[in-house]
């Protein structure tokens, strides 16, 4: 089973990023709506497109699928024999044939031209307005991110909501102008002088070269991209570099994020390796460059930084020179330009916004933070410490920024340096395309895109600029009492925790403190219900000292099947005068009484190995909170 989910996903992440939400936002205040049609520019691979003859050749036909699997078993067969003894190959090959064929009316030439004369099943104002979609496709096909605007439907009518579509093969640039045209159409539709926008995923790419390119016509007010491609997307640089190697781990976490499952099953498969999925999509590459490998959306997402060495790789410098071009363009002059054209749009009156998801690693396996699809850097700008690391204690922004702090709780982000510093939000533990599945990042974005109430990460105390997700899979969350989030002060009397289950109630199992030295009292007979908030005292000092990491750990039960489990969240100190200054790096994982005992380094390397360091930690911790807990009673 996991290897079909990890399969499932695999496939979905590279072929469409899929962007997934939930249920309903908190309500807006009816007079603080704009008076903007909104414009949904959505995550890849979402547009309809079809041949001049009207034969729609953009989404999979899963009979041709079941079809193509039943008349190449044999070799199917053969390869999979092979990759019981290392051998990918076959399977690759085979598989790159079917593909290769499946998507050929989707081919382009080397030079980044189609092979065949596709064009867009929708594109105009009318034809892309939602509610005219409703009748001609009344299917739902060619309505964008259906649950979110549902909720956008709260608060506009469907004839003011807008989906567009765009030959997602084409470069950014291709793109972004297709977006202008719908604009300048929207805009003579509706009688209006500007749009909202709200893109998703690779639309926050398109929508970022939109305004890098035609910013300057004024046509927008609210502009919000959420876990935008702007940079490129990590997963794009592991598939065509050939270097993928799944994260297991990392892709439950995704699944049950995205699931919303409040069982924690991603510490029991710690252990588990998906090599052969590695192995055959790695040889996969060379088998479908024919078919995919020339798109120039798939260039654009390549992050600036491994553009040449994959280029060099991959791409003919005589055949590809078009191609090349464009990329090149994209890349290494309007890329660059972002931040600066973002700003003057905001000069001009524009509210641009971007949410960003952090603290996951690229489910194909780089390691970098990111939102498991598209780096935190990629994203927003913002300089990021390696994976697994943070800044030390005293670390100093890059850029002054007015004397406004600028470094994430956890001291793994530094914004900076964001495209737009102070227009960025950051969500620690949000994953790809899981914006509306917290309540936090889902109220920021409905507020950013709907109402004028919000200018910059300052403006309402609610919607800080970093902040930890209430994704139900989360189950728990830490805050201190009186404290901004991801702070601790001086004059913080309690630790708050609050369970962000939907279904479970919650018992707390023990709490523990690293980098400062706080002993907390929990009852674990008291349950919480899904919503429920409990004020817990706690002994010790807050150190009189400014710019220090510390980080709690609450371990909890819930009748669930996996019944125990825990949570890690970072803060910040800020009491007194900041630590010395400092430019190194730390590890950012936190201390544990397991880590102190005699051997504790060989006998957490034998569990790494066996892939029980977090089962094992997690109950010796327990018991060892309840120890010393009995005797200092």
């Known amino acids: 089973m996991k290897k079909i989910l990890s399969l499932i996903l695999a496939l979905a992440v590279v072929i469409a990023s899929c962007t997934m939400f939930a249920s309903a936002s908190g309500d807006l205040d009816p007079d603080d709506i704009s008076e903007y049609p909104v414009i949904i520019v959505p995550g890849y691979s979402a547009s309809s497109l079809r041949l001049e003859s009207g034969e729609v050749i953009w989404g999979l036909d899963w009979d041709e699928v079941l079809d193509r699997v039943l008349n190449r078993i044999i070799d199917l067969g053969m390869g999979l024999g092979a990759l019981t003894v290392g051998n990918a190959e076959i399977l690759a090959a085979t598989l790159g044939e079917e593909i290769c064929e499946l998507f050929e009316e989707m081919r382009c030439n080397p030079d980044g031209s189609s092979v065949y004369p596709v064009e867009r099943v929708v594109s105009t104002a009318e034809e892309t307005c939602s509610a005219n979609l409703r009748v001609t496709f009344p299917n739902g096909d060619n309505r964008h991110e259906q649950d979110m605007a549902a909720e956008i439907e709260k608060y506009v009518d469907d004839d003011y909501i807008f989906n567009f579509t765009c030959d997602f093969r084409m470069g950014s640039e291709s793109c972004a102008t297709q977006l202008d045209e719908l604009i300048q159409d929207v805009k003579k539709y509706t009688g209006k002088d500007k749009v909202n926008i709200l893109a998703v995923s690779h639309g926050g790419q398109v929508t970022a070269t939109y305004l890098a390119l035609f910013g300057w016509k004024n046509d927008v007010d609210n502009v919000v991209m959420t876990v935008p491609a702007i940079g490129g997307a990590g ?57 995919l490998g020339y798109w120039g959306s798939l260039w654009d997402f390549i992050p600036v930084e491994k553009y040449e060495a994959t280029k060099a790789l991959l791409l003919d410098s005589t055949e590809s020179a078009a191609l090349i071009a464009k990329s090149d363009r994209f890349h290494y002059e309007i890329f660059p330009t972002m931040g600066e054209k973002m700003a003057e749009c ?89 914006t509306f599945w917290d309540y936090y990042s889902r109220e920021l974005m409905m507020t950013l895109l709907l109402t004028d109430n919000i200018t910059d990460v300052y403006s309402d105390p609610d919607f800080p600029q970093f902040k930890d997700t209430t994704n139900p899979s989360s189950a728990v969350y830490a805050s201190f009492e009186g404290c901004e989030a991801g702070e601790i002060n001086g004059d913080t009397k309690h630790l708050i925790i609050t369970n962000c289950c939907w279904e479970n109630d919650v018992s707390l199992s023990a709490i523990y403190c690293d980098g400062i030295d706080l002993s907390v009292k929990i009852n674990p007979f008291k349950k919480l219900a899904p919503g429920e908030s409990i004020a817990l005292d706690f002994k010790g000092e807050i150190p009189e000292v400014s710019g220090a990491a510390a980080s709690i750990t609450v371990y909890y039960t819930m009748a669930t099947i996996t019944p125990v489990g825990y949570r890690t969240q970072y803060f910040t100190i800020n009491n007194g005068d900041p630590v010395s200054s400092s430019d190194g790096l730390v590890d950012l994982t936190p201390h544990s009484p397991l880590d102190s005992i005699p051997g504790g380094e060989v006998i957490m390397n034998l569990l790494d190995t066996l892939g029980l360091r977090e089962l094992v930690t997690m109950f010796f911790n327990i018991i060892f909170y309840w120890i010393n807990t009995i005797f200092a009673i």
């Not at 640089?237 to 919303?260: A, K, N, P």
């Not at 498991?372 to 410490?385: E, H, L, N, P, V």
């Open 235 to 291: 997963i794009a640089y592991d598939l065509m570099s050939q270097t993928l190697e799944f994260d297991e781990e990392c892709l439950i976490r995704f699944i049950e994020h995205g699931m919303r499952w409040e069982e924690d099953y991603n510490w029991l498969l710690k252990a588990q390796q998906l090599g052969f999925l590695d192995a055959v999509l790695n040889s996969l590459v060379p088998h479908i460059m024919p078919a």
């Open 346 to 434: 905001i000069a001009n009156g524009a509210n641009i916004s971007i949410i960003s998801g952090t603290g996951n690693r690229i489910v194909t396996g780089l390691k970098e933070t990111s939102d498991a699809i598209i780096t935190t850097t990629a994203s927003t700008g913002a300089k990021t410490a390696p994976y697994g690391q943070r800044f030390a204690d005293g670390y100093v922004q890059v850029n002054p920024c007015g004397g406004k702090n600028k470094v994430s709780p956890d001291m793994t982000i530094d914004a900076s340096t964001a495209y737009m510093p102070d227009n960025t939000w950051f969500v620690n533990g949000l994953f790809h395309g899981m």
